[in-house]
């Protein structure tokens, strides 16, 4: 069963603190992955998308990177900020699947 | 520049009653189009997805059902509706045959059934 997981569910954080959030994915047959933000009752905003082929891909404070190997992929945002705080979802795109298989999110307080 | 709009944004529906969500996309030509759902608690579920007009895939079976009656025009239906069917339920397109690319999210509906 192609799985993601997000661990910790919540997790907060003075601001400034760099912030490391985890994707793990059993299957590393993996196409893309696919990092977005949630805000409470709002849809979501695609944050940073990491081909198969890629080690990490970068936007601003946000830093993706992407270890078939090891099942993972990690999300940093540097210097974080209270406006950083939202729900956090890794979705991974899988070989032959048309579907993209989500995490349950990671929510995100970033304490002033 | 493309824009996804969804809507309703919040319903209140009784069991039983019909649905109608309406899902549009501007500034972009057959796109490939989706339906989640996100219950509470869960990750998000995708429903539907489609490659065209008319072109419908249904990933879980339940209670809905979805209909492209137009190019960038995506509609979730229902006939009766059950408690379970409530939720947040998301729009969301792709570009053209691109199942493998970047997708772009609605602000989504949220349904409470009574």
């Known amino acids: 069963k192609q799985e993601v997981t997000q661990i910790p569910a919540a997790l907060s954080v003075p601001e400034g603190e760099n912030l490391v959030l985890n994707c793990s994915f059993t299957?590393?047959?993996?196409?893309?992955l696919q990092w977005f933000r949630q805000d409470p009752g709002k849809g979501l905003t695609s944050l940073l998308l990491?081909?198969?082929?890629?080690r990490e891909q970068t936007s601003g404070r946000l830093n993706a990177s992407l270890d078939k190997s090891s099942g993972r992929s990690t999300l940093y945002i540097a210097a974080s900020q209270p406006g950083d705080s939202a729900t956090y979802l890794c979705a991974v795109r899988y070989y032959g699947n048309n579907r993209l298989a989500f995490g349950k999110g990671n929510q995100v307080v970033v304490i002033p | 520049s493309q824009t996804i709009h969804q809507w309703p944004a919040t319903l209140v529906q009784p069991v039983g009653s019909p649905l109608s969500l309406e899902c549009t996309v501007e500034g972009t030509s057959n796109p490939n189009l989706y339906w989640y759902r996100q219950a509470a608690g869960r990750g998000l579920q995708l429903l539907f997805y489609s490659v065209g007009i008319g072109q419908i895939s249904s990933e879980v079976p339940q209670n809905l059902s979805a209909s492209r009656p137009q190019d960038r025009q995506f509609i979730l239906s229902s006939k009766k509706l059950l408690l379970s069917d409530s939720g947040f339920y998301l729009c969301?397109?792709?570009?053209?045959?691109?199942?493998?690319?970047?997708?772009?999210f609605g602000p989504g509906t949220r349904l409470t059934v009574l």
């Open positions: 990491i081909q198969s082929s890629q």
């Open positions: 969301a397109w792709s570009v053209s045959g691109g199942f493998f690319d970047e997708q772009f």
């Open positions: 299957d590393s047959a993996i196409y893309n």
